[in-house]
């Protein structure tokens, strides 16, 4: 329903149980892990799908974007490629669809990012998409570190002022 200012809110009619959250990397973990370069990642999102084709727009009936063809609400696995760079904030896995890579696609911004480590993923978000390629061909889309203090003070504002339409974090 929208709100004083145009802001919308959700309102569910029952409140949701039975679903926990999962965990967030501690504060630097990410920094301790030996061998994070190359290391495999997987993301959800409810995007729209990449065909593993080059030069064809995503497949239509997977996400939010109706505009493009989806809206389904289907969760999605993509299946990246290694993490190849390493910054202070980011993370930015392979995302090639030559090499056979899933990769994000549009409605897929905020999505998590999990490491695979011995041959398993590892249910610990490592990170939060925030990209915008062109057709998603995965060209260097970010994945912004959880473990960094000014993400935990983000997430801390956003939960502190959630009742808060007004508050801007």
């Known amino acids: 329903r929208p709100?004083?200012?145009?802001v919308d809110q959700v309102l569910l009619e029952q409140p949701v149980d039975g679903i926990t959250p999962l965990p967030l990397r501690a504060l630097g973990e990410l920094d301790a892990i030996a061998g994070l370069v190359g290391t495999r990642a997987v993301s959800v999102g409810y995007g729209l799908n990449w065909g593993?084709?080059?030069?064809?727009?995503?497949?239509?009936?997977?996400?939010?974007?109706?505009?493009?063809?989806g809206g389904s609400g289907v969760r999605r696995i993509a299946r990246l490629g290694p993490i190849e760079v390493v910054k202070t904030n980011s993370l930015w896995p392979r995302q090639s669809v030559q090499k056979g890579d899933d990769s994000v696609c549009f409605g897929d911004s905020g999505s998590p990012l999990f490491l695979?480590?011995?041959?398993?993923?590892?249910?610990i978000v490592s990170g939060v998409l925030s990209g915008a390629t062109n057709w998603c061909q995965g060209s260097k889309d970010p994945y912004y570190r959880i473990d960094?203090?000014?993400?935990?003070?983000?997430?801390?504002?956003?939960?502190a002022h959630q009742d808060d339409v007004a508050a801007a974090c």
């Not at 593993?52 to 063809?69: I, N």
């Not at 000014?150 to 801390?156: E, G, P, T």
Request: proline content about 10%; hydrophobic content about 25%.
């Open 3 to 6: 709100l004083q200012g145009g």
């Open 52 to 69: 593993k084709t080059t030069g064809k727009r995503p497949t239509s009936g997977l996400g939010p974007m109706t505009d493009l063809g």
């Open 116 to 123: 695979q480590r011995n041959g398993n993923v590892e249910p």
């Open 148 to 159: 960094q203090p000014a993400a935990r003070d983000f997430i801390q504002c956003v939960v």
